[in-house]
């Protein structure tokens, strides 16, 4: 969250929901390499449509 521009100690209760989601966006966006380079997003939805 650093990268955003946010502190460590800043209170997410503090903020707007709009700014809270946006920020999840991005974040869920962004290939890992833990993930094989896939986002988090996508292996979500992997699990999800699993049967």
């Known amino acids: 969250l650093r990268r955003d521009g946010l502190s ?3 209170d997410f209760r503090d903020l707007p ?3 809270v989601t946006q ?3 991005r974040r869920n966006n962004i290939p890992q390499k833990s ?3 896939r ?3 996508e292996v979500f939805l992997s ?3 699993e049967e």
Do not use: G, S
């Open 8 to 10: 460590k100690k800043l």
């Open 47 to 49: 699990h999800v449509t």
């Open 17 to 19: 929901d709009e700014l």
């Open 23 to 25: 920020l999840m966006h």
């Open 35 to 37: 993930l094989n380079y």
């Open 39 to 41: 986002t988090p997003l």
